[in-house]
Structure formats: C-alpha cells, structure tokens
C-alpha cells in the first residue's frame, strides 16, 4: 500500500501568529501534512499553488501581505469576516447595508455600496453576487494582499486584496464538533471532519449553524453553512480537487438608529418592523482545481468556479427625524436580487535560466460570465404631515423614544427592475528576475477585455451596452538586507468594471488607479520577531457613491487619494509570550470638487466615509499550566480613531473608540477544549459604522461566549 504526504502550501504568517497547542487539528498554516497507514512506497504529493502566484515566495514579493490564521480565528471567537479583518492593519468597516454582507475598505478604498466587498476564495472571486456574511468554519488561513492587484488578479480594487484559503482535504482521519453559547442567546454548533476514502481519494466536509438574537431589540438571524471537498491524487504529479459551499442566512435588515444632536437614544431601538421578517439569502459555489507539476519546478494550474446566489426580503427603513413629531420618517422596499457567476483560470509557472539570470515566470489568463437580476418595489410618502405618526398612518413614521411597530404593512409599486449581463477576457504575465544574490526585480501586466449590457425592464426593456478594454503594468523591485530581512517598493496601476447605473439608466466607465509603495519585511525566527512596514499612495479615478435616495442608482465622484503608513509586529517577548500588533494611518480624500444630485457640493480634500486617519490593535497571548492543565489566554485591544460617518453632507462624525476583549483557553483532556472570550470588556458605547445620521449602527456591547471543542 503507498503512502501519501499531501503539503498545503500557504504563504508564512506575518500577522497574529500563535504557536499551536499539540492537538490533531491544530496544523499550523506554514504547512499541513497528514499521512495513511503503513506503506511500501512513498509518494509526496506538492498541494496546489497560490493562484496568480506562480511560484514567487511572499517574502519576494514586492508588496505588504498580512495573513491570520484558523488558530487565531479560535482563540479569539471570531467566526466572520467582518471581524477577523479588524486584526489586519488598514482595514476598515463600511456601512454594511443593514448588516446583510461584508463591507470593507483597505487603505481607505472600498468598493460599490450597493454590493458586497470583492474578495477571493482560493483565488476565484466571491465578491460578485450576494453570499451574505462571510463564516469562516472552512478558513485555514486568511491573506490580505495590500496595494492594487489588478496587474495580475484584475477588476481589484487599489487598496488591497483578501484572498481565503480554504481548509483542504487530508489522507489522515481527524476532526472536531465544537459548542458555542454566547450572549444574548447565542448558539452555534461547527464540525470538521476529513478523511482518505482511498489510497488517492481524501474527503473533507466542515460547516455551521449558527441562531442568534441580539442587543437590537427584535432583531434575530440564523445561518447555515457546509463546505464539502474531495481531493484526488490522479497521478504522481496530477491533482485534481473540488470544493461546494452552501449557505442559507436569515436575518433582519437593520439600518441600526436615527442619531439626533443633542437628543439621547436607546442604542437597542428598532426602527424597522418585525412583520417584514428576515431576508434570506441562499447561495452556491462550486470550484473545481486541477494542477500538473511538469519537469523542474514547473507546473500547470487550471480552475473552474460557478456561484449562484439570491437575496430577497422586505425591509423597512429609516429616512430621517422628524423633530415636531418626534418620529423617525420610514420607507418600505422589497428587494429580489439573483446573480449568477461563472469564472475560470489558466495559468503556467515555473522558472527558468535565461541570459545568465534566474526568471520565476507565470503566464495565465482568465474569463468570466456574470448576470445579476434586480427587483426593487417601494413604498415612501414624501409629505410630511402634522402631529403624530399616529395621526397620520399612511405617513409610515413611527416614535422615536418608544417604537411601536405594526401588523398592517404598506403595499409598494415597482421602482426597480434590470438585468446586468457582463463579460470579461484577461491575459497576464509576470516575470521576477534575480539580478544578483540580493536584488530581485518584477515586471507584470495584464490586459483586459470587458462588456455589460444592462436592459431596463420598466423602460420598455430599454437596453445600453459598454464595452472597454484596458492595460495595467506593475513593477517592482526588492532588496535582500540578510536573509531574514527585505526592502521593496513598488508601481501599480489597477482597473476595476463599475456595476449598476445612474439615475438617468447610463453605465459607468471602470475604476482606475495607480499606486506606489515602498516599505520593508523581516523574519528573524532565531529572536521570534517578524513584520512588515510600508508607506503607500493611491489614487483612484470614477468613484461611485450611492444615491441617497436608496432606489439603487450610483454617481460617480470623480477621483479620490488615499495615503499612509502601516506597520504589522510579531515578537515572542518570551518562551511563552506572544504579542502582535498592527497601526495604519491613512489620510484618504476626495481628490476635486464634484456636485452631485444638483444639491451635494464635495469639496476637494472632503473626506472619505468611515476611514479613520488612526487605527490599530494589539494582542497578547500567554502560555500557562495550572492544575494539570495546559492552556492560554490574553486580550486584543483595537482602537479606531474619528471618522467620517456621511460622506455627502460631511458634517456627521463617528467618535473614536477603543474595544479589549479577553480570551483564555485551555486543554481538559488530550481530545477536550475549553475555550472563553468577553467581548468589549469596558462596555465601550461606540458606533460601528455609518451611511448617514439616518443609518448609523451601534456597536455591541460587553457579551460573553464560552466554547467546547471535542477533537478525534
């Protein structure tokens, strides 16, 4: 019988690592290996590559990478995206429409407000379409790319890019069934298993479910999540693998509450209405990877990926205080979105001897076909009546102070209904050449093809049509200091398809950028000490914002600049203390002077929204044994400076704020954990994020959770 050794290759951490505690499933992200049975011959079997990667190592790459693994998702509870991005430096939330999808922005750039976050899953998109909040029960390790990463990538965006490596199947039997309970009323129960069917078959399956009140009153989700894969040693140099992920999400939209100056609020007050029930979002994927190692270190890697998700679900939501009432103005929409997207990806690497000089070469190009469906019906009364929202139902306000929410809901009437249809064609190329044993240099570009058609279905299913096509360059170059440590810097230009249409039903030209960056990394494992430090200018052209009327429509603002520092430690203070830190500071504004909607004047230098010129956090672990026991706990403190929280009006501040949160974790028994966290341990009142006055979400307060993990 043969053996097999299956080698995940993911890049080394250089963010929040943390030694692992001596359990089976515990494998550290560096490098996942598992083993069958009792053998004759052996067989090494290299894991898939990094897509558009090649075989580049990351402390050669000319770029800043902050990477978190699975291990310190646990210690720490965080079981979202959202959260687990508030470790990485420069990233910062956005108004995550009503808490129904992941928004953020890196070095002060996000991306369209009216859909989710773009980012990858093993490098496929997984940002078009709607697939609701991010778990991370399948997550081995999480990179964020900094800077713009369409010169390989495409349709990035400049600030950076988050790429999640899934968990991969192994040979050897292991696995878990954790319990959770939290605050209020908070439960969720994962699983991991994997196993080899075969000499060459291995079966993974891992997932959650996960049903939760809130500190919003009324406000109650559940959320179900499974991610079977299959991975198949074809041949000695041949593997084939796939992976589905499957998720139902129900939860309320809740654009948080109306703050009024110099009135006090209930950060629990509801503003929405029950009767409108949840909006369920379902969503596919499928990706299917195949690599082909060839002579020498050369391989081919290609891939396929199908999503298919939907989002529907009434709301009600806040428009704005009236103050002769004391009642907040409401609207009513109703909103049925399905997106379907298919991708798939080319690529071969390896490295050469050319001209007396080492080249580590890539050459891919991908595609992709993607249809998003919308339907928006709405209900909004624009005159404001006198008294009471009670002396005016057909109004639909309701109090301030004391909400009172309602069995009979307004009807609405179509305001929305298209269909996007976009296509895009790439080829890219990159080429890192060592000049010398200590410099490196890296020349890439890529070359873009893209179409959208939109058709208005209540315009007589009038349709518009764009096409364009676009080159961007990247260059860079690195310096090794000694081994253990590297200057680099770095120009890259980026492009990106702008979704969706004005008010008038026109498209949009893509976004574009340039960026510069120069900054250092170090590795100096003997002292347990590692990081990243970096200066960086980006700016950005065809910006949109969303329309406050909410009806969907997008302008564009024109350009915007964005600049900063970040600087990412990892430093073992001793045998058994690790501390890890991360500091941005970004200064990101609006580059010229744009009015917008004929009353919106942005003044050059405004300010981008929910992008603090100061942020960062810092965390501790310490290894203890007590009683028998082994075991670790410690704090995260974050801290997130004074932002912008009305990007039109700019005049509406979100004040700073600075979070710890506590976390211990100990080993019972050689298959038993036990692991604790409290949340916001000062009860820190804070507000997470903002659109407007109108829309502006309360953080949560202190919470508990306690878990128990059974490993086999």
């Known amino acids: 019988m043969k053996r097999h050794t299956f080698k995940q290759q993911i890049t080394p951490l250089s963010l929040c690592i943390s030694i692992a505690l001596s359990t089976p499933m515990l494998a550290h992200a560096a490098d996942t290996t598992a083993t069958v049975k009792e053998d004759v011959e052996v067989i090494e079997v290299t894991g898939l590559r990094n897509a558009y990667r090649g075989n580049v190592q990351e402390k050669d790459l000319p770029q800043s990478i902050s990477t978190i693994s699975f291990e310190t998702l646990e210690l720490t509870g965080i079981t979202g995206l959202q959260d687990s991005l508030a470790l990485v430096s420069g990233v910062t939330r956005q108004n995550d429409f009503g808490g129904l999808w992941d928004m953020f922005a890196i070095r002060g750039f996000a991306g369209d407000e009216n859909l989710p976050s773009a980012y990858l899953i093993n490098g496929f998109s997984a940002g078009r379409g709607f697939s609701g909040n991010r ?34 199947p ?62 198949y040693q074809l041949s000695d140099d041949t593997i084939l693998s796939y992976e589905l992920e499957y998720l139902d999400q129900q939860t309320p939209m ?24 949840p909006v369920e979002i379902n969503a596919m994927g499928h990706q299917l990877q195949l690599q082909h190692d060839l002579a020498g270190d050369w391989a081919i890697n290609a891939g396929l990926s199908y999503r298919t998700s939907s989002f529907e679900g009434s709301a009600t939501e806040p428009r704005w205080y009236d103050a002769d009432g004391n009642y907040i103005v409401r609207q009513r929409r109703y909103r049925d979105f399905d ?35 919308r339907l928006i019906l709405r209900y909004r009364h624009n005159t404001a009546p006198a008294g009471s929202p009670e002396s005016a139902p057909e109004y639909y306000a309701i109090d301030y102070d004391n909400p009172v929410y309602r069995d009979a809901l307004p009807d609405m009437i179509d305001n929305t209904s298209d269909l996007e249809e976009q296509s895009g064609q790439g080829i890219y190329f990159q080429d890192q050449i060592d000049l010398s044993k200590d410099w490196k240099v890296m020349f890439g570009m890529r070359y873009d093809n893209f179409s959208q058609d939109i058709t208005y279905r209540l315009d007589n299913n009038r349709k518009t049509s764009t096409s364009k096509s676009y080159f961007n360059p990247r260059v860079g170059l690195v310096y090794e200091l000694s081994d253990e440590a590297r200057l680099y810097t770095s120009y890259s230009e980026g492009a990106r398809p ?38 960086f200018s980006t700016e950005k052209a065809n910006i949109l914002a969303s329309s406050p009327n909410g009806d969907g429509t997008t302008e564009a603002i024109g350009k915007a600049e964005s600049e900063g ?28 002077e744009i009015t917008l909607w004929d009353w ?29 026991f082994e075991g670790s706990g410690g704090f995260v403190v974050q801290y997130v400076g004074t932002q912008l929280g009305d990007f039109l009006e700019q005049d509406y501040d979100l004040p700073n704020y600075t979070l710890v949160n506590l976390y211990a974790n100990v080993t019972l028994t050689e298959n038993l954990e036990l692991n604790l966290n409290i949340d916001n341990l000062l009860d820190e009142e804070y507000y997470a994020n903002s659109y407007s006055e109108a829309w502006t979400m309360p953080g949560e307060p202190r919470s508990f959770k306690a878990s128990m993990k059974y490993l086999f």
């Open 170 to 231: 192994q040979f050897d039997q292991q696995g878990y069934i954790k319990l959770t309970a939290g605050s209020f009323n908070t439960y969720r129960a994962e699983a991991d298993f994997t196993t080899g069917l075969t000499d060459d078959l291995a079966f993974r399956v891992n997932g959650a479910y996960e049903d939760a009140e809130s500190y919003r009153d009324t406000v109650e989700s559940n959320k179900t999540v499974l991610t079977p894969s299959f991975l």
């Open 498 to 535: 702008n979704s969706g249409t004005d008010a008038d039903g026109n498209g949009h030209e893509p976004e574009e950028s340039k960026s510069y960056e120069i900054g250092m990394k170090w590795d100096y494992a003997e002292f347990g000490f590692s990081g990243t430090a970096a200066l």
């Open 254 to 277: 809740d654009r948080g509450v109306v703050v009024v100056e110099g009135k006090d609020f209930s950060a629990s007050n509801f503003y929405g209405e029950p009767a409108d029930g």
């Open 339 to 373: 997106a379907e997207d298919l991708s798939a990806r080319f690529e071969f690497s390896g490295s050469a001897d050319l001209f007396g000089l080492q080249h580590n070469l890539l050459i891919g190009a991908d595609a992709y076909e993607y249809e998003l469906e």
């Open 135 to 168: 778990d991370m029960s399948n997550v081995e390790v999480m990179e964020v790319l900094k800077g713009p990463s369409s010169a390989l990538y495409g349709r990035g965006e400049p600030g950076g890019t988050v790429n999640i490596i899934t968990k991969k």
């Open 600 to 628: 919106y004047v942005i003044e050059e230098g405004a300010r981008l929204g929910n992008v603090p010129e100061h942020s960062g956090s810092l965390m501790l672990r310490q290894f203890v044994e007590f009683g028998g």
């Open 565 to 592: 520092f970040e600087l990412d430690l990892s430093y073992e203070l001793t045998d058994s203390t690790l501390v890890s830190m991360s500091y941005a500071y970004i200064d990101a504004q609006n580059a010229k």
